[in-house]
Every structure is written in C-alpha cells, then in structure tokens.
C-alpha cells in the first residue's frame, strides 16, 4: 500500500539546472497538488490538478511547470533553477470531496547553490 | 480569496495540560471545509481532523477537537491532556467548495509550533 510515493528525497542543484520531482499516487485521486515549505512560511501551494489533463496554479507558481498526463502521475519540472527554491517540497493527493483529507508523500529536500 | 492565518509561531506547554492552538480564515464560499494536519521532527504530514463549514457540531477525534466559530471565521485546535509526542508543527489548512460542491484546492497557514514540557 504505497500511498503517496515521492522521488527524489534528497536532492542538490546547481543554479540553471533543471530537474523534475516526481509524484505518484496509487489511490485513484483525482486531485493532486505540490506545496512547498519554507520555514515561517508554512505550506504555499504551487501547483495543483483536480484530474488528468487538467492542472493551475496556486500561490506561487512561478518558476515551475506541472502536467498531469494520467490519473497516478505528477511531476513537478523547474525549469532554471535558482537558489530561492531552495525548500522542501511535498506532493499531496486527495478524492475531490470536500470532507476528505489529503495524503502526502515524504518530502523532497530540494537545494540550489 | 482563500486565506488561513495562524498567528502563533510557537507554543509551549505543560505534559497533561490542554493547549488552544488559533486558526482563522477567510473566504466568501459558503461551502468550505477546515482541516488540521501534525507534523513531526521526521517531517511526514499526519491529518488530525476535519469541519466543514456546514457541520452543526464541532468535530472531535480522540483527544482533539475543534472550536469552530462560524461567524468567527475561526476553526481553532484543542488537544486535551497533552503528551511528549504531541511535540511537533500544527498546520490548519482549508479547501473551498468548485462546481458540483467538490473540493477545491487545499491551502495551509504558516503553522504553529508546539513544544510540550514534562
């Protein structure tokens, strides 16, 4: 029962680089989204989907790019990336009813030097 | 717009005592829904409990529950007869009505940071 599945956990980038998180979930959800948290920040949104082929944008999209090909699948792409992206990133997964609670991965520890 | 505010960054208190951890929030949807989620040192995001926004009753799990004010606008957390292991960051979180009253997206405050005293 995988659950939320998050890769990598750890990760260091170079400033420019470009690099995708990867999300899977094997629950059936049709909503997902991808938050990351910064300390006194709590969670901000990025990204979010609420099912396959359709994705948009949360309180701080910029700098990064979703898809949502299929239903189990979503990557987060960062295009350039920069050092004010250094965060731990989360992948969350939830049904789109109102009443249910999202299930998250582990975290990506993401750095950009 | 949706937004969720929590006010304090830290919190400490004694083993066996309850603690109040504070949420308001904003939106002009009806139809929303309130959750509060635990995160611990190792990081993993574990959900406590939910209201929704037409709930008559407070939601209540165990040792928690919710003060939900309405008119408020505030969903505050109380944990009765604290424990070590309620240590952790608190996250109160919101999702507002989309079409056909399904959930939209899910959106957090900064969190609140618990320390429990033995």
């Known amino acids: 029962n995988a659950g939320v599945t998050q890769t990598p956990k750890f990760q260091v980038l170079k400033t420019g680089q470009s690099m995708t998180l990867q999300c899977a979930q094997d629950?059936?959800?049709?909503?997902m989204s991808w938050y990351r948290q910064d300390p006194g920040m709590g969670l901000r949104l990025i990204h979010y989907?609420?099912?396959?082929?359709?994705?948009d944008q949360g309180e701080v999209p910029n700098g990064y790019n979703v898809s949502r090909s299929t239903t189990e699948d979503f990557p987060l792409r960062l295009l350039s990336a920069a050092p004010s992206q250094t965060s731990v990133y989360f992948c969350a997964s939830s049904w789109q009813e109102m009443n249910t609670e999202a299930f998250f991965g582990q975290g990506t520890r993401l750095t950009v030097v | 717009a949706q937004k969720i505010t929590q006010t304090q960054p830290g919190m400490f208190v004694q083993e066996k005592e309850a603690v109040t951890l504070d949420c308001t929030y904003d939106t002009s949807d009806p139809s929303y829904g309130l959750f509060w989620y635990k995160q611990p040192s190792s990081g993993e995001m574990i959900f406590l409990i939910y209201?929704?926004?037409?709930?008559?009753q407070n939601a209540t799990e165990g040792r928690y529950s919710l003060n939900f004010q309405k008119a408020r606008k505030s969903a505050n957390l109380v944990i009765s007869a604290s424990q070590l292991g309620d240590s952790a960051m608190y996250f109160c979180?919101?999702?507002?009505?989309?079409?056909?009253?399904?959930?939209?997206?899910?959106?957090f405050g900064q969190g609140t940071e618990l320390s429990v005293k033995p």
């Open positions: 209201q929704g926004s037409y709930d008559q």
């Open positions: 989907s609420v099912g396959a082929g359709i994705t």
């Open positions: 629950m059936n959800h049709e909503y």
């Open positions: 979180a919101m999702r507002e009505g989309s079409i056909y009253n399904q959930g939209g997206k899910l959106i």
